[in-house]
């Protein structure tokens, strides 16, 4: 299974040195492929490459700020996905970003958990979940394992019902092991449910 993360750029710009560092190091360990610049100048050359996805950048920066180079962005790539990061929120740099087709605002410091689900959920809106296979597993196993209780099954008598081993439903179930189209037609059957229910709202 090939994980998408490592195909996904992300630019940060940023004027401080240390918030480019540290989100550099955190979008790195979580497989994406980052590049971060500290001048507002550098972050448009860099657009003009068409290599990245996404765009986390820092309202308040010296020369040019982060709306200006916001209005440039946009000029070179429309479509291209970008997070308002910053420590001085107000409504009117909000609305302003809203209007550049900004996809987040996000507010220094900031949660790395929550900056994660920020992320998947801009990539996913985009098209660009960071795992739809990975994802698409959870989905049917959590599914899988929801209906299995609310019909007080065992994951013995599920076997039982379907031919397939205790140990395969239960890596179904954990997202653990990919089912085959065929595995999953004896499981909807075994639940008496229709098999597209298995893939939730995916």
């Given at each position: 299974m090939?994980?998408?993360?490592?195909?996904?750029?992300?630019?940060?710009?940023?004027?401080?040195?240390?918030i480019?560092?540290?989100?550099?190091?955190?979008?790195?360990?979580?497989?994406?492929?980052?590049?971060?610049?500290n001048?507002p100048e550098d972050?448009?050359e860099?657009?003009?490459?068409?290599q990245?996805?996404?765009?986390?950048l820092?309202l308040?920066?010296?020369?040019?700020?982060?709306?200006?180079?916001?209005?440039?962005?946009?000029?070179?790539?429309?479509d291209?996905a970008?997070?308002?990061?910053?420590?001085?929120?107000?409504?009117?740099?909000?609305?302003a970003?809203?209007?550049?087709?900004?996809?987040?605002?996000v507010?220094?410091?900031?949660n790395?958990?929550?900056?994660?689900?920020?992320?998947?959920?801009?990539?996913?809106?985009?098209?660009l979940?960071?795992?739809?296979?990975?994802?698409?597993?959870?989905v049917i196993?959590?599914?899988?394992?929801a209906?299995?209780?609310?019909?007080?099954?065992?994951?013995k008598?599920?076997?039982?019902?379907?031919?397939?081993?205790?140990?395969?439903?239960?890596?179904?179930?954990?997202?653990e092991?990919?089912?085959?189209?065929?595995?999953?037609?004896?499981?909807?059957?075994?639940?008496?449910?229709?098999?597209?229910?298995?893939?939730?709202?995916?």
């Amino acid at each position: 299974m090939t994980n998408l993360t490592s195909q996904i750029g992300i630019l940060i710009v940023d004027d401080d040195r240390e918030i480019c560092e540290y989100m550099e190091t955190f979008l790195t360990r979580d497989g994406y492929m980052v590049k971060a610049v500290n001048v507002p100048e550098d972050a448009l050359e860099e657009v003009q490459t068409g290599q990245y996805h996404l765009v986390i950048l820092d309202l308040m920066m010296p020369k040019m700020d982060g709306i200006e180079l916001l209005g440039q962005i946009r000029k070179i790539d429309s479509d291209l996905a970008v997070i308002i990061f910053t420590g001085y929120p107000s409504l009117e740099t909000a609305v302003a970003s809203m209007k550049l087709d900004v996809v987040d605002y996000v507010k220094k410091p900031f949660n790395p958990e929550e900056f994660r689900e920020v992320l998947d959920r801009v990539l996913k809106r985009k098209g660009l979940a960071r795992n739809p296979e990975e994802q698409l597993h959870k989905v049917i196993g959590a599914t899988i394992r929801a209906l299995r209780k609310e019909r007080m099954l065992t994951l013995k008598q599920m076997a039982r019902r379907t031919s397939l081993s205790v140990s395969l439903l239960s890596q179904i179930e954990r997202a653990e092991s990919s089912a085959s189209i065929s595995s999953l037609y004896k499981i909807a059957l075994a639940l008496d449910t229709r098999i597209t229910r298995l893939f939730g709202d995916f």
